[in-house]
């Protein structure tokens, strides 16, 4: 966005507030993983895409939505055919929609890490919220 300035200090620091909303949506895709739940995941990995998109070069951000949107059809057939009551016994979670989730996931939290938003560089653990 041209029509925004940066700024290189605030008397405001929303790093809490930000890294709360990042855990809380970790603590949710865990979730999700651990009940294989496809929806769910997706939905916590497109919001720590959210999060994230700052960090991601502008030319990767296009290659991450159209990740995204591959998964989401995927999961989205899985899930109508879940709905039908013939099909849902037939119909478990594939090892493809595991497989693409995962891949996703480790992706973006390979962004988080290598971000620093993850920890703090002062080898000093009491600086890792800042003043």
Not at 27 to 40: G, K, M, V, W
Not at 87 to 104: A, F, G, N, S, V
Request: charged letters at 30%; proline letters at 3%.
């Amino acid at each position: 966005m041209e029509n925004v300035q940066p700024q290189q200090t605030s008397e405001f620091n929303d790093a809490v507030g930000y890294l709360g909303r990042i855990n809380s949506i970790l603590y949710s895709i865990d979730e999700a993983h651990h009940n294989l739940n496809p929806d769910i995941w997706l939905r916590g990995l497109e919001l720590l895409y959210s999060e994230l998109v700052t960090e991601i070069k502008q030319e990767e951000r296009e290659v991450f939505r159209e990740r995204s949107k591959k998964i989401a059809q995927i999961v989205n057939t899985h899930l109508r055919l879940m709905q039908n009551p013939r099909m849902m016994r037939k119909t478990p979670i594939t090892q493809e929609i595991i497989e693409l989730l995962k891949d996703y996931e480790t992706d973006l939290r390979d962004i988080y890490k290598k971000s620093g938003l993850q920890m703090k560089l002062n080898a000093d653990s009491r600086h890792a919220i800042g003043r």
